[in-house]
């Protein structure tokens, strides 16, 4: 569903029309972990999230006004996310990564929600001041690079393989 669309059953509510996905997979999990919402777990990031979300906004108006507090205080701006990728490899590495650092603040067992999204929407749930936030963030990010650095110190011994080192005996 695009973010604008007159049929998005957000869009008639205030404060929540033009929710990116991030955005109400962010308010579900809220909605689910801190706010104690029984939600079946099976819509989160599914077909119907933005339907489940909007039917317990229409019930809780205070949690609709509190949004855009809300989003100033918890989601860090999409450009401090961009180097987490969906490359498989990297959602291996940062999963763990980001489980301990925000204390398994996203418990498992979301079919729907995986690989990136996961990363990023334990993150966005993670009720941290917005700066030890962008910290951990960018201490991953530096971890990261260091841990692909070595790929290249690596790299010669996939070279020498390839190119016909002999071992002699």
Not at 71 to 89: S, V
Not at 126 to 151: M, N
């Amino acid at each position: 569903m695009a973010v604008n669309d007159p049929s998005d059953p957000l869009a008639r509510l205030p404060n929540c029309s033009g929710l990116s996905n991030r955005h109400v997979i962010w308010l579900w999990l809220g909605l689910y972990v801190h706010k104690g919402f029984l939600l079946d777990r099976d819509t989160c990031n599914g077909e119907t999230m933005r339907d489940v979300v909007a039917q317990v906004l229409e019930a809780a108006t205070d949690i609709a006004s509190e949004l855009p507090d809300k989003k100033d205080q918890f989601l860090l701006p999409a450009e401090q996310l961009e180097w987490i990728t969906t490359d498989p490899r990297q959602v291996q590495w940062l999963t763990t990564k980001i489980d301990n650092l925000t204390n398994r603040v996203l418990p498992v067992g979301f079919p729907h929600l995986q690989g990136r999204e996961r990363i990023v929407a334990a993150l966005d749930i993670w009720l941290v001041d917005l700066e030890e936030k962008q910290r951990g963030v960018e201490q991953l990010h530096d971890q990261w690079r260091k841990h692909i650095a070595k790929d290249s110190q690596l790299a010669w011994f996939n070279d020498k393989k390839e190119g016909g080192f002999r071992r002699t005996h």
